[in-house]
């Protein structure tokens, strides 16, 4: 997810009409916003804890709060708020996951072959 909110902030023509596949946990949306995709990252400890955040779009009824989800769609181009650098994404799929066994550590997902 570290990778995606980056390119999307500094170098979006490379996500332009990409699929791009994301694991989080779920939390409500707002401000026309369906709902989010979460990771937090932890470099230390826990206070130095740090949200890591994209707007999911499309996906009808929001997956129930704090569950895992593997999401798949495209970035939306130009979504933005430049107070509030979240990405967006529009949803071509989302399906529920477990929980990861180590949550803070931010890895790409595992796709089945």
């Keep these: 997810m570290r990778e ?3 390119r999307s ?5 490379g996500l332009e009409g990409r699929q ?11 401000g026309g916003v369906d709902w989010h995709l979460n990771r937090l990252t932890v ?10 955040r994209v707007a ?8 129930a709060a704090d569950s895992w989800v593997q999401v798949t769609g495209r970035w939306r181009a130009g979504a933005v708020d430049a107070r ?4 967006h994404l529009d949803v071509l ?3 529920a996951v ?16």
């Design 20 to 30: 791009v596949v994301l694991t989080g946990f779920v939390s409500r949306g707002g």
């Design 93 to 95: 799929s989302v399906t």
């Design 56 to 63: 999911v779009h499309g996906a009808g009824v929001a997956p």
């Design 84 to 87: 509030s650098p979240v990405p």
């Design 4 to 6: 995606f909110i980056g």
């Design 98 to 113: 477990p929980a990861p066994r180590n949550p803070y550590a931010d890895r790409a997902p595992e796709l089945a072959s």
């Design 43 to 52: 470099n230390c400890c826990a206070a130095d804890a740090r949200p890591l």
């Design 9 to 13: 902030q500094h170098d979006s023509a």
